[in-house]
């Protein structure tokens, strides 16, 4: 009991501390800079997620941006076409702005979710009989059969894309809020699982398979629930873009995103949580601020990454974790260093 | 409680066991020895349904486990050690033990006492408790290997080859923990190379030919025998 009113309380003062920072932020930070903002959260969200399959799970799978587009779609498509009607047919429903808004918010996060989800289970099924490079090539291509399906539906607007969803996130604080409340959910997941038995299987898993199955580990649910559970928070994240920056189209969705998602987790060290975010900040903020340099930008961009795979072959954080005591550690190591003659 | 009754695998064309039959009752140590490629592993390997049989079947304590996959053979109370270490090397010991006992998780005191008893078995591994098993020598990575599959409080322990690559100081004392091990209560089937060693251990042995049971008996008997002294015992 004690227990489970300690975890309320953490988690109500982690809303509240995210409340105070959405005002500040909104507030102080001119436009641009505040949409890069929520940018970086929604990137976040897709590599935190990724991670959980990729890195911690250890099944290469690259095709990531099918499941944001399968959130994005689903939901925005609950918002746009189905809610409409929905709500002329129970009149219950037609409730006022702030309550109307956030339930058709919620729902699309949960439709969408699922239909990542669904998505997932139909990609991760192969992880079982693959590994390596193979799933790799499975993945990546399922992902493009899910964008080319969307393509080809109209009701979503094919090619052309699907505009005018309103935006229910919001466009203030409110949206700093629940894009940023949805990263710290992926984290939260994240860290909870890796300190519990139950996560330990996940990265026994990635450590050999066999010796996990001797374990009693049932090595099939642990690759299809991490399918799940990851790809379902990659289609949440598409949900918040969706009614963040109000119309999608396929080619946001391609294999170039896929790539970037992949690019994050391995930059940041695979299976390291807070190194995925910070690569998800570093990858989509980076190219935004080097606009200045125009035409030489990607350049820049892509060789900075080289030199960083080239100095850190395991990724900025290896397998490890940003932990205060690591900082500690570190500091304290260079301090004693210096003193030395 | 365990037995294999005309047991055969093929690995495409070759046939790797054919019509095997092994028996293991309560409360013994036997060992299947055998020289290299003589089809151990895939013995251990197809009880726990790592490889399908192509005929034969398999009992556990009366029921039928022909091709039950290993992780459900743990819950009925077979824990195996692969051949190989296997360990988890980016986790610390502690870590690979927590994950041996994953079929009691949620009984932390349960656990908590296996834990200690393994350290009381192997004091080396209590000393790197949190090391990172990767870094352990090889020989303690042998140990934390038996000690990770006590923690599931098996009924019946497959071992392949526990004293692969290990110094002979080292190959002594794996055997001797077998030894306590057992006397424990825990029923061991033993995959050996090193047959002068598992047939001092165990109670009752099968040597194993290409593919085929060539003589089963007493370990006693056997390490008497001249054909097996010539053929598995050198000199
Ligand atoms: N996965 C496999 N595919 C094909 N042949 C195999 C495979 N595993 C083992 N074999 C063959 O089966 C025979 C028995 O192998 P194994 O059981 O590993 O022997 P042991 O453990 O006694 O050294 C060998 O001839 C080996 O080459
Ligand atoms: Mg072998």
Known sequence: MRWLALRTLTVLGCLAALAVVSKLLSANLDTYVFLVVIQCGVAMTLAASLNLINGITGQFSIGHAGFYAAGAYVGAAWTVLWQPIVVRHVPLLQLGAPVGDTLTLLIAIVVGAAAAAVAGVVVGLPSLRLRGDYLAIVTLGFGEVIRVVILNIDAVGGARGLTGIPTLVGSGDLAFFWVFGLVLAVVALSRNLMRTTRGLTWLAVREDEIAADAMGVDTTRVKVSAFVVGSAFAGVAGVMYAHYFTSISPDVFGMDMSIIITTMVVLGGTGSVSGSLLAAIVLTALPEFLRFMQDYRMVIFSTMLVVVMLTRPQGMFGHGEISFAKLKQLFGRRAAGGAKP | ?235
């Open chain 2, 1 to 235: 409680m365990l037995a294999l009754r005309s047991v055969s695998v093929r690995y495409g064309a070759i046939e790797a066991l054919s019509q095997v039959d092994l028996e293991v009752n309560q409360g013994e140590i036997v060992t299947l020895i055998g020289a290299n490629g003589a089809g151990k592993s895939t013995t251990i390997r197809a009880i726990c349904g790592q490889v399908p049989t192509s005929s034969g079947s398999i009992h556990f304590e009366g029921r039928e486990i022909t091709r039950t996959p290993a992780h459900r053979l743990v819950h009925a109370g077979i824990a195996q050690s692969p051949e190989g270490r296997r360990i988890f090397a980016n986790m610390t010991v502690r870590e690979n033990l927590e994950l041996g006992a994953f079929i009691h998780h949620g009984k932390h005191e349960q656990i908590r006492q296996d834990i200690d008893r393994v350290f009381q078995l192997f004091p080396r591994l209590s000393e790197r408790v949190n090391q990172s098993a990767g870094t352990l020598s090889g020989g303690e990575q042998q140990m934390l290997a038996m000690g990770r599959s006590l923690m599931a409080r098996p009924k019946l322990l497959l071992r392949d080859e526990p004293s692969l690559g290990l110094a002979p100081f080292l190959v002594q004392q794996i055997f001797q923990i077998i030894r306590e091990i057992n006397k424990e209560g825990v029923t061991i089937l033993l995959v050996e190379q090193n047959a002068y060693q598992a047939l001092r251990v165990a109670h009752r042995a099968y040597v194993l030919g290409t593919g085929s049971i060539v003589v089963s008996d007493t370990a006693e008997r056997l390490l008497a025998n001249e054909q097996v002294q010539a053929a598995y015992l050198g000199e």
